[in-house]
Every structure is written in C-alpha cells, then in structure tokens.
C-alpha cells in the first residue's frame, strides 16, 4: 500500500542548498542538529512505496484542507518544542493539527527546564502544551517523547498515553550502533570535536584551556549565527568585538582555521568519523559523533539534554559539575561505552513498537531499503564543511561574493517589479478617480 507521509522537517535529506543559501532561507532551521534527526526520521521510515515530503517548518492554515487532501498521516518530530520562546510557534502547529482530519504522530517531543525538571519554570506554557498535547491524542494512539522529564510533565498535565520513545537521531543504523574507544589514551596531538552552545558561557574556559593544549582540536558549531560569521566575517553590531567563546572572527579557533560547520548530517558524520572523541554541550553535536562511530561526551545543562544522555546512555556529566580545568584526556578515559552499545537493540524495538503503534512503516523491516537509502545518500553530493572566510580559497570567496551580487541583484528586481506594480496601481486609481468625478458632475 502506498502511504504519503507529511512530515515536519525544514527539508528532505536529498534537497542540497549551499552555505549561502542555506543562511539566507535558515535551512537549518536555526540549529544543524535539526537535520539529523529529521535525516533519521527520514531513513526510518522510507519503505518501499512510501512518499515523505517535507514541510520546511511550514505551519500556514490554509493548507490544511490540502494536507487532509494529499497525506495519510502528519509525522513530526520534534526538538525542545515544550520551551518558553517557542510558545507562540507551538500554538500555531496545534492550531494546524486541529483543523487535520488525518493521524498526526509526534515522533520525539521535548520539554526544556532546568536539570531538575522544575515545573515551575514550564507552568506559564502548560495551557499551550496541553492544548498541542490533546489536539494529538485525538488523532493518535499516544504522543512520543524524548526522555522522563518530559513525559512527566505531560503526565502531571493531564494526560496518560505518554511513550518515551528516545529521538529518531540515534537510530539511523537501526539496531546497529557500536561507539569503541579506538586508543587507551587521548593524547594532545590527537583529532578532539568540541561542540559548544553559545550561551554557555561556562564553556569559556574550557575552550581556552582545550586550545592551548591540543592543537589539533575543531570546533564544529551548529547555529545560524555562526554559520553567517564564517561565510561573511562579523556582523556589523559584532565588528570589533571579542569573547572567550567562539562567536566572533578575532577568536583564536577562526584566526587558525579550527572552526567547521556543516549544511547536511552526511558532511558532518564523514567528518567526525576520523576523529578520536568528540566532547561538549551539544546534544545532537554528541549524536552526530555516536552515530558515526567516534566516541562522545555530553556536558548537560539542561533538561532537554539531560534526558537523552540517560535514555540512551550517552556519557555525560551536568554542566554545573564541569570544573573549569576539566580535560578531554580525562573525559575520554571516564567515558563508558557499555550500556549505550547493550543497551541500543532494545531501544530500538521500542521505537519499532511506537512506529507499529501508529501504523508508520518501518523500512528496516522492509527488505534493502535502508542501503537504497543510504546508496542515495552517498551518490548525492553535499556542500563541503564551511571555514573560516578568512581562511577560505579565494575561487571560493570569489563565488560567496557572486552570489550576493546575485541576490541583491534578484532583490533590486523584485522591488523594481513591485515600484511598477504600485506605480500602475496607483495610475489605475487616479483614472479611476477621475472618471468618477466626470460622470457624477
């Protein structure tokens, strides 16, 4: 049976935009770590006779009557989507899924706390969570969630049909996911990732210290921002400015050429698999490591990373118990890899048993579809990792520069386009006008 599946992903794993693009219509939807779990969701499902769209994080009511239309059942995974800055954005998606007369399946779901899941902090959106929550209970067996803090929550508002499900991210292999430590000793000459969230700024000294002693450590950053400071240098509010973490051009980490960032999981997984460890806050900076074999450690700070570090047993330590001289080396050796590996078969039958729920296909279980998948993947070529423009080859900063000539090029169109459209409106009008004025004298 073929099955249409809506899903909401900013885009599919085989749409290619490069770094300019990418920053100009935000296709990382403010985050990288976006694409990888959307990517798995993507690999997850794609059985054969399966059509996945995706919706670019479009939520507009007046689709609504076309996706009852074209879709047998709204799939959407989810980040941190219970949090105070994204109210607005949720109540907007409840407010499509209300009006879907089709299935709607939350694939993974997080609330963002503190590490001590205070419920304090989420009582000003709990009457918009509950209304999300409960417009997808009336078109599905139950709703998917990260982690226990989350499903808590849920449970404390009301509801019971709460499965804690994980996030799609880690099952891109399947059942297949093994994390070993390639060495006894991470010693300072060897291939360290960093992963740092921007307003941590507890990360300060860390990357300092880290700086100094490996010199061949790269910071792999996952935010828009950052990705517009290496293509274009700083913003004009930014010139001029410094800080201890990596979010301007006068950091160490971009005047040396140490700082990479990626447009698509593939890159990023191609990348991280040549090195020793991977360490810091990013949770799906750490996933992206895991899933290609490198070893990673999370520094939690919140609840969102928190409870997926325990659902699947990703090393890890909370933020607050990071001292400032703490060292990769001893990171590395603490790192225990034994219930993530052991552990991972059953996770992943639970996640199957969630898919079986809702009547999602499994394209595991679905002859070659995965290597179809991956075969795809590995014939579409993908934008290399973006640099530092300081240290980009010129052809290539030749071409960013072209590229902007374009767009305002495009742009001066446009509103020469819209100039003469307003121009004739208003000829239109004034004609208008005058024949009125005519006829009734």
Not at 98 to 111: D, E, K, M, T, Y
Not at 156 to 181: N, T
Not at 237 to 249: A, F, L, Y
Not at 320 to 346: F, M
């Amino acid at each position: 049976m073929h099955q249409r599946i809506l899903m909401r992903a900013k885009k599919g794993p085989f749409d290619v935009y490069s770094p300019e693009e990418t920053f100009e219509r935000n296709w990382i939807g403010d985050n990288a770590g976006n694409l990888v779990f959307s990517h798995s969701a993507y690999k997850l499902l794609s059985a054969a006779n399966t059509q996945i769209d995706p919706t670019a994080f479009r939520a507009n009511l007046r689709d609504a009557d076309m996706i009852n239309e074209r879709y047998d059942v709204f799939v959407v995974p989810l980040a941190n989507a219970f949090r105070r800055s994204y109210v607005d954005r949720l109540a907007n998606l409840t407010r499509l899924i209300q009006r879907l007369r089709i299935p709607v399946v939350v694939l993974g779901v997080g609330a963002q706390t503190n590490v001590k899941g205070d419920r304090e902090y989420l009582r000003p959106i709990d009457d918009a969570v509950k209304a999300f929550v409960k417009a997808v209970l009336d078109r599905s067996a139950s709703i998917g969630v990260r982690g226990e803090i989350t499903a808590d929550y849920v449970r404390s508002l009301g509801f019971s049909a709460v499965d804690v499900i994980g996030c799609p991210s880690m099952f891109l292999h399947g059942d297949s996911l093994r994390v070993e430590k390639r060495k006894a000793f991470l010693e300072p000459h060897d291939r360290i990732a960093m992963t740092v969230s921007p307003y941590v700024k507890s990360m300060a000294k860390v990357v300092s210290a880290h700086h100094r002693k490996y010199p061949n450590l790269r910071y792999i950053p996952q935010d828009l921002k950052t990705l517009g400071t290496l293509l274009y240098g700083d913003a004009p509010e930014d010139r001029g400015k410094d800080s201890p973490i990596p979010i301007h051009t006068s950091h160490p980490l971009f005047t040396e050429d140490k700082v990479r960032m990626f447009v698509d999981p593939s890159t990023w997984m191609d990348y991280l698999s040549g090195f020793d460890f991977n360490f810091g806050t990013r949770i799906h900076g750490t996933i992206t490591a895991l899933i290609a074999g490198t070893p990673g450690y999370l520094f939690a700070h919140d609840s969102r990373t928190l409870e997926l570090a325990r659902y699947f047993d990703i090393p890890h330590r909370v933020m607050k118990d990071v001292p400032a001289d703490v060292d990769a080396a001893d990171l590395y050796q603490e790192a225990d890899y034994t219930a993530l590996n052991n552990g991972h078969k059953a996770r992943f039958e639970t996640m199957l048993a969630f898919l079986a729920k809702h009547d999602l296909p499994n394209a595991f279980a679905d002859g070659d579809s995965p290597t179809r998948f991956d075969e795809k993947v590995r014939a579409t070529s993908y934008p290399p990792a973006v640099r530092p423009a300081a240290a980009t080859d010129p052809d290539a900063l030749v071409a960013r520069i072209q590229w902007l000539r374009d767009q305002a090029n495009e742009l001066h169109a446009e509103m020469t386009s819209l100039q003469q459209v307003r121009l004739r409106v208003r000829m239109r009008q004034a004609v208008g006008g005058r024949v009125r004025r005519i006829l009734n004298r």
